[in-house]
């Protein structure tokens, strides 16, 4: 594993996210377009969220469970935080959902992307970097 992997799942994240974001700025709605980039979100934050806490966050929360001043339940809350955000938004705007309440699916874009883009630069500062300095990730993967 390493942070070049997990800064690129990252910056894909980032990039469909702001596509869905203009498509809330535009009339008429493309509720095509916008279904498949929140499918495509889902399979891509899904896969990213299952690795990092498999390579990070579980070795992470075991390695310094029993250091009270390491914080191994702030990495626990931070990941549940984005976990739950994005399962949320993803269970309530399906296909279906988008189409039958457009405002809502925007406002609710509008709302909860600036929050996850908060968790991930905290994710970056904080959990990678700790994880970088202790040995549990690689800057880049092994040639």
């Not at 070049?4 to 799942?9: N, T, V, Y």
């Not at 709605?29 to 979100?41: C, G, H, N, R, Y």
């Not at 938004?89 to 039958?100: G, K, L």
Request: hydrophobic share 40%; net charge negative; charged share 25%.
């Amino acid at each position: 594993m390493s942070l070049e992997r997990l800064i690129g799942e990252h910056d894909d994240i980032e990039v469909l996210s702001r596509s869905i974001q203009i498509l809330t700025r535009q009339e008429p709605p493309d509720f095509e377009k916008t279904s498949i980039l929140v499918a495509q979100l889902a399979r891509d934050v899904t896969e990213h969220l299952e690795y990092e806490y498999s390579t990070v966050y579980a070795v992470l929360i075991a390695r310094y469970a029993t250091v009270p001043s390491a914080g191994a339940d702030r990495f626990k809350h931070l990941f549940e935080d984005l976990r739950s955000s994005w399962s949320g938004y993803f269970a309530t705007w399906n296909e279906d959902h988008v189409r039958a309440d457009w405002t809502g699916f925007c406002h609710a874009t509008a709302e909860i992307f600036p929050h996850l883009q908060s968790c991930a630069r905290k994710e970056l500062n904080i959990v990678y970097s700790l994880a970088l300095n202790d040995g549990t990730i690689k800057l880049r993967k092994p040639i």
